[in-house]
């Protein structure tokens, strides 16, 4: 099984660019606090973990995410390797989080509000058959009518 889950803050605005077929990634990284911090300083160490997401992830990502904001990452853990252009006896090992699914954990005054909107998940399609062929352009991604659902106020509501 391969699955990672992340918790941290964006180290810099995603940067969405999309291939020449005209889907969608963005890249991103996350810094991920240690649990224990260093006996000697007391500081905590980070690491920081690169991030790639397609499609409607990406263009959820690069809309609703900046730098510093904390998010919460699922994917899975993707290794790779290139030669170096300079020098071509040197090889660079990569190792990426291919991302499914991110969600907000911030406060709502860190999200500035938009903690109340879902991350579209990658199990659904929000295009209509006849537009599955073209690139879905960042303004026209739709998560659904939020007024086909009524608040609950106090716990005595719930169905349940």
């Not at 224990?36 to 959820?60: L, M, P, V």
């Not at 998940?121 to 006849?130: G, R, V």
Request: net charge negative.
């Amino acid at each position: 099984m391969n699955k990672v889950i992340l918790m941290g803050r964006l180290t810099a605005d995603p940067e969405l660019r999309q291939t020449q077929s005209g889907i969608a990634s963005c890249r991103f990284t996350v810094a991920v606090n240690r649990r224990f911090a260093d006996k000697n300083t007391g500081e905590r160490q980070a690491d920081f973990i690169s991030c790639t997401a397609w499609r409607q992830t990406a263009e959820f990502v690069s809309r609703y995410f900046n730098k510093g904001s904390m998010i919460c990452v699922e994917g899975s853990l993707r290794t790779g390797s290139y030669t170096d252009r300079n020098h071509p006896d040197v090889t660079h090992y990569t190792t990426d989080v291919f991302v499914d699914n991110v969600e907000f954990t911030g406060s709502k005054s860190e999200s500035q509000g938009n903690s109340s909107y879902a991350a579209p998940s990658n199990n659904y399609n929000y295009q209509t058959p006849a537009a599955q062929s073209q690139p879905a352009a960042n303004d026209n991604l739709s998560f659904g009518d939020l007024g086909d659902f009524e608040e609950i106020i106090g716990d005595e509501d719930v169905p349940f």
